[in-house]
């Protein structure tokens, strides 16, 4: 018994420290997924990569990019789960009903940030309300800086 629970400690240790000692590291941009490469390429036409870096978290690679803009691109998994900017996003990074939504309800602005998590999205406007949405883009609530 005892021999047990010193096994699922040591685990439950080096879990941890795997996780807490995970290193970002800087990246080329040749060093990037290609579907990356191409989502950025398709969304971003002629801006230029500033900062790549990735790291391992959990078992998962997650790649932070900037653009020449300022963009912040955030990957999990080569799939993207983060961008912010203080210029608008493309139209085409926003999911249809969220983006209808917005355009719909806040016609005078236009959106900074998108946010994916695991059963939300979230977007700021660049009047910076904050607006929340379900997996499926349903409107949930909204947020007043």
Do not use: C
């Not at 691109?73 to 085409?92: G, H, M, Q, R, W």
């Amino acid at each position: 018994m005892i021999k047990s629970f010193k096994k699922i400690a040591l685990g439950a240790a080096l879990l941890v420290s795997a996780t807490y000692f995970s290193q970002e590291i800087s990246i080329t941009k040749e060093q990037l997924p290609q579907s990356i490469t191409q989502y950025i390429h398709t969304n971003f036409p002629g801006k230029s990569l500033s900062k790549i870096s990735k790291e391992k978290k959990m078992g998962k690679m997650e790649y932070e990019i900037y653009l020449d803009n300022g963009t912040k691109l955030e990957f999990n998994n080569s799939v993207i789960n983060e961008i912010e900017s203080t210029e608008k996003l493309p139209d085409a990074v926003i999911p249809k009903n969220i983006l209808a939504y917005t355009k719909k309800n806040y016609p005078q602005n236009f959106i900074t940030e998108w946010k994916l998590s695991y059963n939300k999205h979230k977007i700021e406007l660049n009047s910076g309300v904050e607006l929340e949405f379900n997996k499926k883009g349903q409107f949930m609530r909204i947020e007043h800086k």
